[in-house]
């Protein structure tokens, strides 16, 4: 059996069974189990592995020693032995024990949806930040499922890929492990706050920032290579990007705005994951703008798009201006088109679609943009100038007499928070 340290021949893939239990709470809560289990498949496929066949057991609950039941862990043996598996990956959360009981009934080795999820990120993760990040999510995870089984430390770290927390690490006592959680964090505190002041200077310089925000798959970072011709990794995938990107963007006015690619959601995303990931998903956050970009052409739209606007809300950002980007328009069904709720701020596009990128544009340009006003300040009053510059585009000046009449092009945000200066000087 093959373990997923660092020394694993990479170019044997795991094969493996997947296993989803539908338990009553389960139907109770809404979560459509087939779409999850297709979304596992999807997963499993991201993360290197091939997979033989889907189980599925209808139960009331959950068995507290083997999660599924005892004839249906027999029929796993049977499956796994004439399919040549190697790894057994179940759709929802498992404990520590559960993982353990398992593993030495079918010398399998034993991974959840969570873990899966962990492992992914783990293999993607490519900068400083999304490396500490991943760790930290999978040393949470694991942490409470240490129990001192020694032997089994080693298969739980295991995971798919070859860069999930190595077995030298897990081998160690947990005091070891939430030492190693306060150095992370503190490593995490450290980029967090350099990412902040980063952001802070690109505020301070008022420079609008946009956030491409939305789940997995649905063309946010086709979306950035398009409107700013970034060069970015694209794939049919899920979780294809990991770390935010920004680059800068112009509008039909030939304003500059940031606008920023992010880390997709997904359901029952692993609450580790959310709380490592904070200071990335900070990104949306601190936008002016989130673009919601929604797989239009994917049956379980609606889901998704609740999912997204769960975990915004979750994050603090779930009243930030939003724009709805129906994408992959020229994937839809007609019926799935006649179904979107389109106004002003809802718009169906195709992020291959040249006319609609510009659509795109104008949206976010109107979106940004308030209206015009004028000021007249007196010219004692020169100090008020600067401020005028803050609030949006300066497009006009004329002078009458003493005065100097300005035509401001307001940023919504930024003129709500210097207008009682200016109150007085409006020019009617
Ligand atoms: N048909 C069609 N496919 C699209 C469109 N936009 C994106 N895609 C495809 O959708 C897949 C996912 O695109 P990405 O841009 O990687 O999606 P993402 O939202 O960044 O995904 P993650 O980074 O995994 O969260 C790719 O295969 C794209 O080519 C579109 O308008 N129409
Ligand atoms: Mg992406």
């Not at 598996?85 to 030495?104: H, K, M, P």
Request: charged letters at 30%; hydrophobic letters at 35%.
């Amino acid at each position: 059996m093959t373990i997923g340290t660092h020394d694993t021949d990479t170019t044997k893939k795991d094969r493996a069974i997947l296993v989803s239990l539908v338990t009553d709470e389960v139907k109770r809560s809404g979560i459509n189990h087939e779409y999850s289990v297709q979304e596992l498949v999807k997963l499993a496929e991201t993360a290197g592995v091939e997979v033989l066949s889907i189980l599925t057991q209808n139960r009331e609950t959950r068995d507290t020693k083997w999660f599924i039941g005892k004839g249906k862990v027999e029929e796993l043996r049977l499956v796994a032995d004439e399919l040549g598996a190697t790894t057994a990956i179940f759709d929802q959360e498992l404990s520590g024990a559960q993982v353990r009981n398992l593993e030495e009934a079918l010398d399998l080795k034993i991974i959840d949806r969570t873990q899966l999820i962990l492992d992914i990120f783990a293999q993607r993760a490519s900068t400083r930040e999304g490396i500490i990040q991943v760790e930290l999510a999978q040393h949470s995870y694991l942490l409470p499922r240490l129990s001192g089984h020694g032997k089994n430390l080693s298969r739980l770290g295991g995971g798919i890929g070859t860069r999930g927390p190595g077995e030298s690490k897990l081998e160690t006592d947990r005091r070891h492990i939430r030492g190693r959680i306060d150095d992370l964090k503190r490593h995490l505190e450290e980029v967090t706050r350099y990412r902040k002041l980063h952001r802070e200077r690109r505020k301070k310089a008022g420079i609008i920032q946009v956030a491409l925000v939305g789940y997995t798959n649905a063309g946010k970072s086709t979306l950035l290579k398009q409107l700013t011709a970034a060069d970015v990794y694209i794939q049919d995938q899920l979780f294809a990007t990991l770390d935010p990107t920004s680059r800068t963007m112009e509008l039909p006015s030939g304003k500059e705005i940031v606008l920023t690619d992010t880390v997709g959601f997904i359901q029952n995303l692993p609450h580790d994951l959310v709380a490592a990931f904070r200071a990335t998903l900070e990104e949306a956050n601190e936008a002016d703008l989130i673009l919601h970009v929604v797989d239009a052409s994917s049956e379980m739209r609606d889901d998704q798009m609740s999912t997204v606007n769960a975990i915004l809300q979750q994050l603090g950002a779930g009243d930030k201006p939003q724009l709805v980007l129906y994408n992959k328009k020229d994937a839809c069904t007609p019926e799935q088109l006649q179904m979107l709720p389109l106004d002003k701020k809802h718009i169906k596009i195709s992020a291959l679609d040249e006319s609609d990128l510009i659509k795109v544009r104008e949206l976010i340009q109107a979106e940004l943009t308030g209206d015009t006003k004028q000021f007249r300040i007196p010219a004692e009053r020169g100090d008020l100038t600067s401020v005028l510059y803050k609030i949006g585009d300066v497009v006009g000046t004329e002078y009458d007499e003493n005065d100097v009449i300005y035509q401001v092009e307001l940023q919504k945000g930024e003129y709500k928070k210097y207008a009682y200066l200016l109150e007085d000087f409006i020019e009617l």
